[in-house]
């Protein structure tokens, strides 16, 4: 089905945000813990965040002198009451830590979340044949859930009709797939042979994605979760790989924000609004006027550009606006989100 949902300015998305009904009036702290989900094969490390009333042994972590910190309170006892889940998935080579920024927000205002590094795809784990099983992303979602559920401190916490996921970048496609959609080894191949200039089709290609029969076989499966009561979707690559007919059975909501500063290399025609053009008429779409790709990371310190421009300079545009500019951002993209993930 086409959707004909609006595409949203910045300022009117920030009108929105100021006169949409908040979620509850109450405000946390934001408590930390360490998360790992063991695993002979693929374990996955990560971090809790969740909600306490706790008021002493606030710290600074994920932060360093190019990222700025978020406040916390490592191992704080939670806040009572049940809450809802939302689990984050990173972008390519990006990590646990690249939305802590957003875990602190939702924490805030009552969440429970998580997220893990991926491995293959993660800062700190590029092993190329974890990267080439590209089918376990979602899967590494869906365990990380199954683990939380059942940790006998944190699981009886958790409201099983309130588990959300949001994705970013490939975190984005990752996401996709746990709602449903499924993975066209066929349709991308045709894609990336009419030889379009597309940043997804060098990443397929580097890590050998679908090369093999087998491995053509495993990622067109179903890697849906049902559980997922609404997914987040910001500025994803890879919606060409996607099969058109499997959106037909797409159930979970899902609210998908674009990025139109073209600092990535994605195509948003190609991107965020054509998965919107695939999904149920009445799909919420945000694309901000001033939202770059990168401003969904975490906020740079003063001096952060510099200092990528003096050690890293391939890597300056992770940074390009990204202090009180991205603040600003990210306080309309957790409104957005939490509004949404309330609605549902």
Same mark, same amino acid.
């Given at each position: 089905?086409?959707?004909?949902?609006?595409?949203?300015?910045?300022?009117?998305?920030?009108?929105?945000?100021?006169?949409?009904?908040?979620?509850?009036?109450?405000?946390?702290?934001?408590?930390?813990?360490?998360?790992?989900?063991?695993?002979?094969?693929?374990?996955?490390?990560?971090?809790?965040?969740?909600?306490?009333?706790?008021?002493?042994?606030?710290? /600074?972590?994920?932060?360093?002198?190019?990222?700025?910190?978020?406040?916390?309170?490592?191992?704080?006892?939670?806040?009572?009451?049940?809450?809802?889940?939302?689990?984050?998935?990173?972008?390519?080579?990006?990590?646990?830590?690249?939305?802590?920024?957003?875990?602190?927000?939702?924490?805030?205002?009552?969440?429970?979340? &998580?997220?893990?590094?991926?491995?293959?795809?993660?800062?700190?784990?590029?092993?190329?044949?974890?990267?080439?099983?590209?089918?376990?992303?979602?899967?590494?979602?869906?365990?990380?859930?199954?683990?939380?559920?059942?940790?006998?401190?944190?699981?009886?916490?958790?409201?099983?009709?309130?588990?959300?996921?949001?994705?970013?970048?490939?975190?984005?496609?990752?996401?996709?797939?746990?709602?449903?959609?499924?993975?066209?080894?066929?349709?991308?191949?045709?894609?990336?042979?009419?030889?379009?200039?597309?940043?997804?089709?060098?990443?397929?290609?580097?890590?050998?994605?679908?090369?093999?029969?087998?491995?053509?076989?495993?990622?067109?499966?179903?890697?849906?979760?049902?559980?997922?009561?609404?997914?987040?979707?910001?500025?994803?690559?890879?919606?060409?790989?996607?099969?058109?007919?499997?959106?037909?059975?797409?159930?979970?909501?899902?609210?998908?924000?674009? &990025?139109?500063?073209?600092?990535?290399?994605?195509?948003?025609?190609?991107?965020?609004?054509?998965?919107?053009?695939?999904?149920?008429?009445?799909?919420?779409?945000?694309?901000?006027?001033?939202?770059?790709?990168?401003?969904?990371?975490?906020?740079?310190?003063?001096?952060?550009?510099?200092?990528?421009?003096?050690?890293?300079?391939?890597?300056?545009?992770?940074?390009?606006?990204?202090?009180?500019? /991205? /603040?600003?951002?990210?306080?309309?993209? &957790?409104?957005?989100?939490?509004?949404?993930?309330?609605?549902?």
């Amino acid at each position: 089905m086409l959707s004909q949902t609006p595409i949203l300015t910045a300022a009117v998305l920030a009108a929105a945000a100021f006169s949409t009904a908040a979620h509850g009036t109450e405000v946390f702290r934001t408590g930390l813990m360490e998360l790992r989900v063991a695993d002979d094969a693929r374990p996955l490390d990560g971090f809790l965040w969740y909600p306490t009333e706790a008021e002493d042994g606030l710290v /600074r972590a994920h932060g360093n002198a190019v990222w700025e910190a978020i406040r916390v309170i490592p191992h704080a006892a939670p806040a009572e009451g049940l809450r809802p889940l939302v689990v984050l998935s990173h972008g390519m080579y990006g990590n646990a830590r690249n939305q802590a920024w957003l875990a602190a927000e939702l924490s805030q205002a009552g969440y429970i979340v &998580a997220a893990i590094d991926h491995p293959g795809t993660s800062t700190f784990l590029r092993d190329p044949d974890d990267a080439r099983e590209m089918w376990e992303r979602p899967r590494d979602i869906t365990r990380t859930i199954d683990h939380i559920l059942a940790d006998a401190a944190v699981g009886p916490q958790v409201d099983p009709d309130r588990i959300y996921m949001a994705g970013h970048s490939l975190g984005g496609l990752t996401a996709v797939m746990l709602a449903g959609a499924r993975y066209d080894p066929a349709r991308i191949d045709a894609f990336c042979a009419d030889g379009a200039d597309d940043l997804v089709c060098g990443i397929l290609s580097m890590w050998d994605v679908a090369q093999s029969e087998a491995d053509r076989v495993t990622i067109a499966q179903d890697c849906s979760d049902p559980r997922l009561a609404g997914i987040a979707v910001f500025d994803l690559g890879g919606t060409q790989a996607f099969a058109p007919e499997s959106f037909a059975t797409i159930e979970t909501p899902m609210l998908v924000i674009g &990025a139109p500063i073209a600092n990535s290399g994605l195509n948003l025609d190609l991107e965020s609004r054509a998965l919107v053009e695939m999904l149920p008429e009445g799909t919420p779409y945000l694309e901000p006027e001033t939202l770059a790709h990168f401003d969904f990371l975490g906020v740079c310190t003063a001096q952060g550009l510099d200092i990528l421009r003096e050690e890293e300079p391939d890597d300056t545009m992770v940074c390009e606006d990204g202090t009180d500019a /991205r /603040r600003a951002e990210h306080a309309m993209i &957790a409104q957005a989100v939490i509004s949404f993930f309330e609605a549902h």
